[in-house]
């Protein structure tokens, strides 16, 4: 089992970078996410994104369990890449955000490396404020 602590951040006007036809926000230094950490991006629209660096790769989710859409998923345990929900226990593969416990899916986002920076592909909402 795997404990991590939680971070927060604000993203309102960040770098970013195309990438295969896709958009990508600048998060921060690797080094801020070292591996056995999760992240939690907070975007403008009150968004939350957890960005998980585990042995098996880097994974971002949204940080909304489907059984009661709390944002809770960042403070989830960790085996391989199965996160489990700390309220109820529904679990989700983070490779694709399948339900391997409890149902739904997760929303999964890309996440890249680039000169020593993590970027996030960026949510794509109605209406977000991206430009
Ligand atoms: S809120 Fe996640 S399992 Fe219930």
Not at 46 to 75: S, T, W
Not at 99 to 110: F, K, N
């Amino acid at each position: 089992m795997l404990r991590r602590a939680v971070q927060w951040l604000i993203l309102e006007e960040c770098p970013q970078l195309e990438h295969n036809g896709k958009r990508f926000l600048a998060v921060c230094p690797m080094e801020l996410l070292p591996l056995h950490s999760v992240r939690v991006v907070c975007l403008p629209a009150a968004q939350q994104i957890a960005v998980f660096h585990l042995p098996e790769g880097l994974f971002a989710v949204d940080n909304y369990c489907a059984h009661q859409h709390v944002p809770v998923l960042a403070e989830g345990t960790v085996e391989g890449t199965a996160l489990r929900c700390p309220r109820h226990g529904w679990c989700y593969d983070l490779r694709d955000g399948r339900a391997l416990a409890g149902c739904g899916r997760l929303r999964v986002y890309e996440v890249l490396q680039h000169e020593g920076m993590l970027y996030l592909e960026a949510p794509e909402p109605e209406g977000a404020p991206w430009g």
